[in-house]
């Protein structure tokens, strides 16, 4: 029912800044809660950032807080993810997600059913 395909992944430096797209396909996009996952080499994927099915509800991870904005826009069926402050802890591959928990800002993965392939992120010291 829903297509995701991210994309802006790259290779910056330390303190840099970076934004990733994801651009959803299907009819049930603008009931589904909308989230960033990432996963680095040997670890687990962790939660990043979720919004809700209108964009009026976010949730973020502590250790992205205040450096990461979630943004959603139905009308285009894009959610973006802008990225600041990057360090080389970010260094991972990012992937856009859409939830089968309708209504909220789901934080667990267990709570995703449709994903994108994903987009590497490299940040260098």
């Known amino acids: 029912q829903v297509q995701l395909v991210e994309s802006g992944g790259g290779s910056v430096v330390a303190g840099d800044y970076l934004t990733l797209y994801c651009v959803a396909s299907g009819r049930t996009f603008n009931d589904l809660p909308m989230g960033w996952f990432r996963q680095a080499p040997g670890k687990e994927r962790e939660f990043v950032a979720a919004?809700?099915?209108?964009?009026?509800?976010?949730e973020y991870a502590n250790f992205v807080k205040d450096r990461f904005t979630i943004i959603r826009n139905n009308a285009m069926n894009t959610v973006i993810l802008q990225m600041s402050g990057l360090t080389p802890e970010d260094t991972a591959v990012y992937y856009c997600?859409?939830?089968?928990?309708?209504?909220?800002?789901?934080?667990?993965?267990?709570?995703?059913?449709?994903w994108g392939r994903g987009t590497q992120v490299t940040v260098s010291s």
């Open positions: 919004v809700n099915w209108n964009g009026g509800r976010t």
């Open positions: 997600a859409a939830s089968t928990v309708l209504g909220g800002a789901p934080t667990s993965s267990e709570q995703y059913y449709y």
